[in-house]
């Protein structure tokens, strides 16, 4: 019997506790390239770098490497991972949005507030709390969904990260709290932004608030402009905000570094 990537995948998985959004993620992976053979990866990757952005699949193999490597290591396969191409992904400048830019997209959460979803809950405030809050925390979309009433304390919210299991503690400010408050004023089970409606309808709505106010980008930049005006006020600090244990992730990929001027590294002046 031949096993293939999703065989693979569903005995990797049922040893590990992971989010749903993550599990979906390394399924969809597996199916992609069913074939464990080297000579079949390096084709998959080599055949999808002309579909989709290089780091999307370095990241493909990364998973699919891990995979790989697991099952070797389990006994499930008799070949071990050797001779998989090396893939060098160009990184684009990161980008992120101004202090201006979220201030204007969030006063216009505003202009959205009677329009109601099928769950009763005001776009408008949806809007508005999910954008407080994924600036403020830094908490990726998956973690930031299941957040709950039980994850607030006082002026706080706490949870454990479900990427890294790491705990992680945030302060809110009065307006993000106050828009929490008013989302578990409605929810039914006491999720802060869950209940109001599921991933796809809640991504929709983010896109097309985004495109009127004309700033570009998706709901991500919120955990990199978080992170990038952080930097600018307590340098090195933006790796914390998101949670990271690698030291120059948050560099590399999550700070917009054309906001940060003033601690940029610059060459003195040679003509004054």
């Given at each position: ?115 109601r979803l099928r769950s009763g809950a005001?776009l408008g405030l949806l809007l508005r ?144």
């Amino acid at each position: 019997m031949t096993i293939t990537y999703s065989d693979i995948a569903e005995r990797y998985l049922a040893e590990r506790s992971v989010s749903a959004h993550y599990a979906g993620c390394v399924r969809r992976i597996a199916k992609r390239c069913p074939t464990v053979t080297v000579e079949k990866l390096n084709r998959y990757l080599m055949l999808r770098l002309n579909d989709a952005a290089g780091t999307t699949v370095k990241f493909e193999r990364t998973i699919l490497l891990s995979l790989w490597r697991w099952a070797y290591d389990r006994g499930f396969m008799d070949v071990a991972p050797r001779g998989v191409a090396r893939l060098k992904a160009r990184r684009k400048p990161t980008k992120a949005w101004s202090v201006e830019q979220i201030r204007g997209a969030i006063a216009a959460t505003r202009e959205l507030d009677a329009h109601r979803l099928r769950s009763g809950a005001s776009l408008g405030l949806l809007l508005r709390a999910w954008s407080l809050l994924g600036y403020e925390c830094g908490a990726r979309w998956g973690d930031l969904w299941m957040l709950t009433r039980d994850h607030l304390d006082g002026d706080a919210i706490s949870w454990t990260q479900s990427k890294t299991g790491d705990p992680i503690v945030r302060v809110l400010t009065p307006a993000c709290l106050g828009a929490v408050r008013e989302m578990l004023a409605g929810s039914p089970d006491g999720r802060i932004l869950g209940w109001a409606c599921g991933r796809r309808q809640a991504m929709r709505h983010m896109r097309q608030h985004l495109d009127r106010c004309g700033i570009g980008g998706t709901s991500k930049w919120l955990r990199r402009s978080g992170a990038t005006h952080i930097e600018i006020n307590e340098p090195g600090k933006a790796r914390h905000h998101l949670g990271h244990r690698t030291a120059g992730l948050a560099e590399r990929n999550y700070i917009d570094w054309s906001q940060v001027r003033a601690n940029a590294p610059r060459t003195p002046e040679l003509i004054g």
